[in-house]
């Protein structure tokens, strides 16, 4: 049996008053029905039927299409239909209207922030409005939404463009040209995601795709990680087709990524595992480990590093192109100053501190010559970027605060600085030992045994074994 919708209902799909919901009933201008107990009812088929056959509410932006029509100044609208004027609450300012609300908050700096809210199926939803200048550019919004949200409820869905998985990765490349990691993104989506989803439509996709997709990879020998950082790709091309009105749902936010706690090195230069590979590295790659190890700069900031951003006046390095994508200045030591100094000395034709002599550009890589250095002086499992891990850890266990070692490092919070501190086997030892010293009961504290004392009472325990 078709579904029978009451006046809230009609009047929520057509953003209207109740009250011109019954007056269109009274004068014929609507189909509807009366129950038994003389309620007024409609059937969905019929006023679909109607909807699409007057075209003010087939294409609408929602509320009030008639007095959007005529002209309706926002002050006239709020006088039909805002709910008791606007409201202050800690969150900001709300107006609210029967299908939603529309409220303004401030940034730290003073900016306006427009955002909607209403209930699709008793799930709440609040969004910012992008580009929103005034509160009537939000409420066309949340007109919108709240009527696309009713539709999708009761199967009277706005069509939709249909387009494949493919078609939606060539518009995310096309509208991605300012993003730093494009390059990898294409590679992932032309060698891994097309093949599997390209033919699929938007809406065709589930969930128990992506975990087929997942396992897949996982079987070829994938990464954990790798597949994360393929599905979390994919996660933001779905949110995009939502947001351009390509598609409904996002797949993939119901898919559960994996942990990669375990995949986190911890792998920090010992002082004698430096002097070695010092020593084994060539000319042009020792500079360039000294700058990592005094300075927690990463690789590509290192060989793109320009004379003109190095203040041998001010001790100073201005750090740029950076991740984060924020400019960040880190101090030059005493060994670091002495060192550029030297190189400012021979490399006074190039704009770059570390240039290639024949063409004046930067270095390009410098993983063979570390690789081959790592070898000769016999350190294994250790990557350029555990020079960053070094430095972020030295400079804790010499007393550095967290928040200046983090504005070293170029992190927007201190917890991504904790995934680069890591203690030493002999800061740990040094910490328990510092138990057995200390005084207890008003004792006086226990002093080390000498090392003599030591071997001897190791030799007597291993007698009595």
């Known amino acids: 049996m078709d579904a029978l919708l009451t006046v809230d209902d009609v009047a929520a799909v057509l953003k209207v008053h109740p009250n011109t919901v019954y007056k269109k009933v009274k004068y014929g201008e609507i189909p509807s029905v009366r129950t038994s107990n003389s309620r007024i009812r409609f059937s969905e ?8 056959k007057h075209s003010q509410y087939s294409n609408f932006g929602p509320l009030l299409e008639e007095s959007c029509r005529a002209d309706l100044s926002l002050e006239k609208y709020d006088k039909l239909f805002l709910r008791g004027g606007d409201k202050m609450s800690p969150k900001g300012k709300i107006w609210n209207y029967p299908f939603g609300s529309v409220i303004l908050r401030l940034t730290k700096s003073g900016k306006e922030k ?6 699709v199926d008793r799930r709440r939803v609040r969004k910012a409005v992008k580009g929103a200048m005034s509160r009537t550019d939000a409420l066309k919004v949340l007109q919108v939404a709240a009527a696309d949200a009713f539709r ?12 494949t998985v493919s078609e939606l990765a060539d518009l995310y490349v096309s509208n991605s040209r300012q993003k730093r990691s494009l390059d990898q993104d294409k590679c992932r989506i032309r060698v891994h995601l097309k093949p599997f989803f390209g033919k699929f439509d938007l809406n065709d996709v589930t969930p128990l795709h992506v975990e087929e997709y997942r396992n897949k ?3 070829a020998g994938a990464q954990r990680s790798t597949t994360n950082r393929e599905l979390a790709l994919l996660k933001v091309m779905f949110s995009k087709a939502i947001d351009w009105g390509l598609c409904l749902t996002n797949p993939v936010k119901k898919v559960k990524f994996y942990p990669e706690t375990d995949n986190i ?16 590295s060539p ?18 900031e290192i060989l793109n590093l320009e004379w003109a951003n190095v203040d041998l006046l001010r001790r100073q390095i201005l750090v740029t192109g950076t991740k984060s994508g924020k400019n960040r200045i880190v101090p030059i030591n005493s ?29 390009q890589d410098i993983k063979h010559a570390f690789g081959t250095a790592c070898t000769k002086a016999g350190i294994k499992d250790f990557r350029f970027h555990d020079c960053r891990h070094t430095f972020g850890t030295r400079l804790v266990h010499r007393g550095v605060d967290l928040i200046t070692v983090k504005d070293l490092l170029g992190h927007s919070t201190v917890k991504v600085t904790e995934r680069y ?28 045994p000498s090392t003599k004392k030591e071997s001897a009472y190791v030799t007597d325990s291993v007698s009595m074994n």
Not at 153 to 159: A, E, I, N, T
């Open 335 to 363: 060994d670091l100053f002495s060192l550029l100094g030297d190189l400012k000395r021979q490399n006074v034709s190039h704009g770059y501190v570390f240039a290639n002599a024949k063409t004046g550009k930067p270095l």
């Open 265 to 280: 090195k911890e792998r920090i230069l010992a002082p004698d595992e430096e002097a070695g590979l010092l020593a084994s």
């Open 114 to 119: 427009w955002h909607i809210y209403y209930r």
């Open 217 to 219: 990879r996982l079987d």
């Open 152 to 163: 999708g409820m009761h199967g009277f869905q706005r069509p939709r463009r249909v387009i």
């Open 45 to 52: 088929k019929d006023i679909k039927e109607w909807i699409d």
């Open 283 to 300: 000319d042009h790659l020792r500079p360039i480990l000294l700058v990592a190890l005094n300075t927690g700069m990463r690789r590509g």
């Open 421 to 448: 501190l890591h203690s030493t086997p002999d800061t740990k030892r040094a910490a328990v030992e510092a138990l057995a010293t200390m005084p207890q009961n008003g004792e006086q504290p226990v002093h080390e």
